[in-house]
Each structure stands twice: as C-alpha cells, then as structure tokens.
C-alpha cells in the first residue's frame, strides 16, 4: 500500500513567520511530487511541484525534496492569515495514469 | 492558467434517484481526468481514473455500477451517482491532467446532499 503521511497539524504560526509543512512518502519510485492548498469548502489548488532532489522557490514558498529519505517539505515565508488553509502533499505513482495519492493534510493556522 | 469547470457546484436529490456530474477542461485537452470523494474533515480519496475513449480504471472498494464514468471526449468526463443513498453525500471533486503533462488541475467541486 502506497502512502503519504503528513502531521494533520494544526500548525499554529504568528504573522510573519516561517511556516513548514512536511510529507513522507513510501513509495521509493515516485518522482513528481506537489503541494496543493485546500481552503475550507473549496476544492485544492496547485501551489508548486517538484521533482528534482534540492529546493525550488517561488515567491514566498519553497518546496524541498529528499528522494533518500523519502520526504519532501514546504516551507511558507512571511505567512500571511490568507495562507490558514490546509496542505496536501500529493506523490504521483510509479505506473500509469499519472495517479496522485494524497496525504491527509496539514491544518495551518496564521494568527495575526 | 489550466481551468477545469464542474457543474452543477450544488445538487440536492432524494434518495433512489440518480445525479449526473460534469468534469470539462476549458483551455486543454485531458486524456485523462480523475474522480475524488472528500467527506468532512477528511482528505481526497481517489473513486476512479477516467480515460477519453476507454473504459474508467476504478479504485479498490468503489462500486463501478454505482458510480458511472464515461469520458467521452478530451474536454469532458461525466460521473453518475447512480440510485443514490445519503451516505453518497460528499463533496465529489474532478481533476484533469493536460496530456503531455503531469500535473492535475482541480474543478470546484460538487457537494452532492442525498435526502
């Protein structure tokens, strides 16, 4: 069985901060993997992808990726109360169709 | 940027009766589109993989004769909640991947309430 874990928080930051969100994943074969933000009652919307080992930035976030251990992070500079929402981490599988398996979800709380 | 559409955003049915859901990509082309499930508090459960001119690939444990997917061209994939119970009530959530591509884009949603 495939999985993504991800703590389902809430992770509680002040404005201003460093919000970081982490994923595992099992499958060792993956190699795209994505960070959507889900607003409540709304369906996710696609926040950046990776798929190279390292870090890729765009704008205020960062995704990192380590295929060795398996994990892959997001990292939200100067969080704003706009960006209280929960993150999927999403791993595409090895095989056809491209599937996505989500994690659970983290819960991220910006308070003012 | 990638658009997917879902109509209707809202359907409220009685028990029994069937509802019809509609998955369009409006500015690319999608061989394949997929169909979620989120109940409340809860992450996406992947029902099945929708294939434009094949048969749909459904996931462990969903009823193939219940939840009817037909992707009947590279822009639309419909889904019907056939004879519908509300434990079926859920917020149902397409995705289309651009056919080149890898990523997915998400339609509004769904939320489908069975009286």
């Known amino acids: 069985q495939k999985e993504v874990e991800q703590n389902s928080g809430p992770l509680s930051v002040p404005e201003g901060a460093i919000a970081s969100l982490n994923c595992t994943y099992s499958d060792r074969g993956s190699q795209s993997f994505f960070w959507y933000r889900q607003y409540s009652g709304k369906s996710p919307e696609l926040i950046m992808f990776?798929?190279?080992?390292g870090d890729k930035e765009d704008g205020r976030f960062t995704a990192q990726l380590n295929k060795a251990s398996q994990y892959v992070s997001l990292l939200i500079r100067d969080s704003q109360p706009s960006d209280s929402a929960t993150y999927l981490c999403a791993v595409r599988v090895s095989g056809g169709y491209n599937k996505l398996i989500f994690g659970a979800g983290t819960r991220l709380a910006v308070h003012p | 940027g990638a658009v997917v559409s879902q109509h209707p955003s809202r359907v409220i049915c009685k028990s029994g009766t069937s509802v019809k859901i509609e998955c369009r990509s409006l500015d690319f082309q999608a061989t394949t589109m997929f169909w979620y499930r989120q109940f409340p508090k809860q992450s996406l459960m992947l029902m099945a993989t929708?294939?434009?001119?094949?048969?749909?690939?459904?996931e462990q444990g969903v009823e193939k004769d219940k939840f009817l997917i037909n992707h009947a061209s590279l822009t639309l994939s419909t889904l019907t909640v056939t004879s519908a119970h509300p434990e079926d009530s859920s917020f149902y959530i397409c995705?289309?991947?651009?056919?080149?591509?890898?990523?997915?884009?998400f339609g509004p949603g769904t939320r489908l309430l069975v009286l």
């Open positions: 995705s289309a991947r651009e056919t080149s591509l890898v990523t997915q884009y």
């Open positions: 929708s294939n434009e001119g094949s048969k749909a690939t459904y």
């Open positions: 990776i798929y190279s080992n």
